[in-house]
């Protein structure tokens, strides 16, 4: 396009914004497209387009991006909110959203994830709060799928560049061509630096195509090393232009190869190695590369003359100096480096591909060095232009395995999900499906199928795994061990908590033979037996075995991440609340909770489960309003971070469901208990005993709401299918035969009432102890049901357990608890099932 108008530097700039985030540095050299940014800067504040993303589309080196950057820096009073997304690998476009939401006042992916802080960052530019003004800039994009469900609608602006000429059918689309002649002109006075006639400007701008890019190069070789116009020109003409022929895509033009060709030679002449260190970063992403990340290897597979580079900081430092201001790289305040893919498409096709694997070799070996969690991030983005799963060393194999471990850590699950896939695929055709880095790799995929609750897909994988983990690796190996634990984790995920039981006492014996009773690993064993105690009725075993794995942690300080302590400080206040004391479970969940707010962050999955746990433990001392807050604003939460259908949302629903029973809301608690028991089902299957649990408090319900009948009838259900599967001495068990006792007694079948509630008061005594508040409860309504039989010995043996059990009530609950006010007053008394997250 022609431009009459040019701007050498633009108007003058702004404060930067409140949010200011990844965008690159402005280009000093920027020159003219002031039409095109006129043109933008209108568009997208016209009422009628704005809502659409504007899209800057074009060919390959006509500067997209660096338009995007100008518009980005000249127009950045006009936001609150400008951030830079590198969207050539969709895959990785949430992680960069995700990022932005700390600016935004909104849990970070550290906190809650990759997936649900993006998601929260795409609601909150939706709605523009906190934000109204704000820009959103996806460069190099590629097809317009990739981003449909990304790209925000709402008050602000989106500003896309791409390649693809598709965009002008999704977005209100810029074409950019080459520089006009005066542009041209213009640009290569700025960047040259000295005198030069308009007739010189005009002949290396149409020998170089007008293409900005190539236009850089020529203007940075001049300025760099004094060269006249006419002598490059000259230089120019001597060029082959073969690089580019026949074959060659059609956005790599021939006059950025010649350009990019004289460059090369003089930056050969002058600083040899620094070519060495281009033809390193041609083989990584076109994504930023970390500038550290160039250090001394230790047996690394790294070229003689690029370890001897990396070894003296000085020459080092040089090359990448030499590199920036032959516009070959760019360099960033954050310490990055940064190649233009047309750049390293022309050094990889200048290297004979007898080097590429050596040089690839290299690269991987960089990056397995750079094997540090806060770097991981930075080098996600080259993992699949690097090739790296292609590598067969053990050192690479092990670092994409941490890095895939890092991602689930985050909680971006569908990049880890999708990368350990595609890892595990391309390992097993070069090693085979026996090669350990194969099956570590897939015990990382069941832990992200685990995550993402697809239990019976994870089960299948984790049995198959498990003996080729034993037979490559030997059961005592770390990750056989490990494995074992998820076994644990998949049994208790089916319903088959003794099973559960009995595999995670094994796998505690081997971990302390093994490792040790004091290895991290260890510890994480006897927190997962705790788990499967607390699922068989052992709550004794359960409340040692957290305190335990609790007290050794914190004793080793620093040593154990925030979040592991913290889920086995909450392991204990769960095992103390099922062993029936409320009050210190309070103590505990305060406590719990205060360290998950200071240590971790508010909405970090560990402090949520931390906080529904204390709303159980303060509904089950009595403190109803209390729960009723904690339990309200955790669903909340729960809801925003996850789906309706996740396994920790349906808990939290099931337990505001209880706290609105005992509010007195009956009718909302059975519409949310009904909810939840369906979705339940979804999840965990038909016969899992959780779906029995929760179908007793929809009993419960219609008991109260006048049909006893109703109730009776799904208690029996539920009661015949946990006596099958768990047995009748079980506390889930036990608790719903004391609701049915209830229901035969609303039904005025006294005399089998008492029979059930003998029977169940014999066993809750034996499992649980009779000063057990579930034992206490059974003893309450078995009091009741005595007189209603009326007989002179029911009457006699109903006033006998009364005066037994109301001591009991004050000593274990407190006289004025809700349960022993009721006791008291001869009011029945109920169970309810808070299920428990795994």
Not at 188 to 213: C, D, F, N, V, Y
Not at 513 to 527: D, I, M
Not at 607 to 614: K, S, Y
Request: aromatic fraction near 6%; charged fraction near 25%; charge should be negative.
């Amino acid at each position: 396009m022609a431009n009459t108008k040019s701007s050498l530097s633009g108007p003058s700039l702004g404060p930067l914004p409140p949010v200011w985030g990844r965008v690159p540095s402005r280009n000093k050299n920027f020159t003219g497209r002031t039409m095109h940014l006129e043109q933008l800067n209108a568009a997208l504040n016209n009422t009628v387009t704005a809502v659409l993303p504007h899209a800057l589309h074009g060919y390959g080196g006509v500067g997209k991006t660096l338009i995007a950057v100008e518009y980005a820096h000249r127009y950045r009073g006009d936001y609150d909110v400008v951030w830079w997304i590198m969207a050539d690998q969709p895959g990785l476009v949430r992680s960069s959203l995700a990022q932005l939401a700390p600016h935004l006042s909104l849990p970070g992916p550290n906190e809650v994830g990759i997936d649900e802080a993006a998601a929260s960052v795409l609601n909150a530019l939706r709605r523009g709060e906190p934000y109204r003004r704000w820009l959103l800039v996806f460069d190099n994009a590629d097809e317009p799928e990739d981003l449909r469900d990304i790209i925000p609608q709402g008050p602000g602006h989106v500003l896309i560049t791409s390649r693809n000429h598709r965009w002008q059918g999704v977005a209100e689309a810029v074409s950019l061509e080459e520089f006009s002649a005066h542009e041209s002109e213009e640009f290569l006075r700025k960047r040259i630096g000295r005198p030069i006639t308009a007739s010189e400007a005009t002949q290396l701008a149409e020998a170089l195509g007008h293409l900005p890019l190539a236009l850089e190069q020529a203007g940075a070789l001049q300025a760099e090393t004094g060269i006249s116009a006419q002598e490059y020109l000259r230089l120019l003409r001597e060029q082959p232009t073969s690089l580019m022929q026949e074959g060659k895509p059609p956005e790599y033009p021939a006059s950025m190869a010649a350009a990019w060709r004289l460059s090369v030679a003089k930056l050969q002449e002058n600083v040899p190695e620094a070519m060495d260190l281009l033809r390193s970063c041609a083989f990584f992403s076109p994504e930023p590369i970390p500038r550290d990340i160039f250090f001394p290897v230790e047996g690394g597979r790294v070229r003689p003359a690029m370890a001897e580079l990396m070894a003296d900081p000085i020459r080092l430092g040089r090359a990448i100096a030499q590199l920036g201001r032959y516009a070959l790289i760019r360099l960033d305040a954050n310490r990055t480096i940064q190649v233009h893919r047309l750049i390293q498409a022309l050094v990889r096709d200048d290297i004979p591909s007898t080097e590429h694997d050596l040089i690839r070799a290299e690269v991987w070996s960089l990056m397995s060095a750079a094997d540090e969690e806060e770097r991981y991030q930075d080098l996600i983005p080259h993992l699949r232009s690097t090739r790296i799963a292609e590598s067969t060393s053990p050192t690479d194999r092990a670092f994409v395995i941490k890095v895939l471990r890092y991602l689930h850590a985050a909680g971006d699950l569908d990049s880890a999900g999708s990368l350990a896939a595609e890892f595990i695929r391309q390992w097993s055709e070069a090693s085979g499906p026996d090669d350990p880095h194969v099956l570590q790799a897939q015990r990382t995929e069941g832990n992200i199928l685990r995550e993402l609750g697809q239990y019976a897909k994870v089960r299948e994988l984790d049995e198959r795994l498990l003996p080729r983990l034993r037979a490559v690796l030997g059961p005592d190996h770390r990750e056989t061990l490990s494995l074992s634990m998820g076994i644990g984790a998949d049994l208790r995920a089916r319903g088959d908590f003794r099973r559960a039981r009995e595999n995670d006492e094994e796998t505690l014996r081997l971990h302390e033979e093994t490792l040790g009773h004091r290895a991290p690993t260890t510890l994480r064993a006897v927190h997962n037996l705790g788990i499967s105690y607390m699922l068989t009725s052992d709550f004794a075993a359960a409340r040692s075995m957290h305190e335990r794995s609790y007290m050794i942690a914190r004793r080793t300080g620093s040593g154990t991440p925030p979040a592991t302590l913290l889920a086995y400080q909450n392991g204990l206040a769960q095992s103390v609340r099922l062993s029936g004391d409320y009050t210190e479970a309070c103590d505990l969940g305060e406590d719990c909770l205060a360290f998950g707010l200071d240590r971790i962050q508010r909405d970090h999955p560990q402090t949520l489960r931390v906080q529904l746990t204390l709303a159980i433990s303060r509904r089950m001392a009595g403190e109803t309003d209390e729960a009723f807050e904690l339990v309200q604003d955790v669903h909340s939460r729960y809801l925003n971070r996850y789906s309706l259908d996740h396994p920790e949302t349906i808990a939290a629903a099931m337990c505001l469901a209880n706290v609105l029973r005992m509010r007195g809301e009956p009718n909302e608690a059975m519409a949310l208990a009904r909810d939840t028991y369906t979705r339940y089902e979804k999840v965990y299957g038909p016969q899992h005993p959780f779906n029995f649990g929760c179908s007793s408090n929809v009993a419960l319900l219609h008991r109260l709401l006048g049909d006893p009948a109703r109730a009776r009838s799904i208690n029996e259900s539920a009661l015949a299918s946990l006596d099958e599967g768990l047995g009748r001495d079980h506390h889930y068990s036990l608790g719903v035969a004391i609701n049915l006792a209830s229901d035969l007694a609303a039904l005025g079948e006294a005399k089998n009432a008492v029979r059930l509630g003998r029977g169940n008061l014999r066993r809750t005594r034996a499992l649980l102890g009779e000063e057990h508040p579930l034992a206490l409860t059974c003893a309450a309504n078995l009091v009741l049901d005595l007189r209603e039989e009326g007989g002179p010995d029911d009457t006699a043996e109903a006033d006998r357990l009364r005066a037994e059990i109301l001591p009991m009530f004050s000593r274990v609950l407190g006289r004025e608890h809700p349960f022993s006010q009721s006791a008291l007053d001869g009011r029945r008394l109920v169970y309810d099932f808070d299920p428990p997250v795994l």
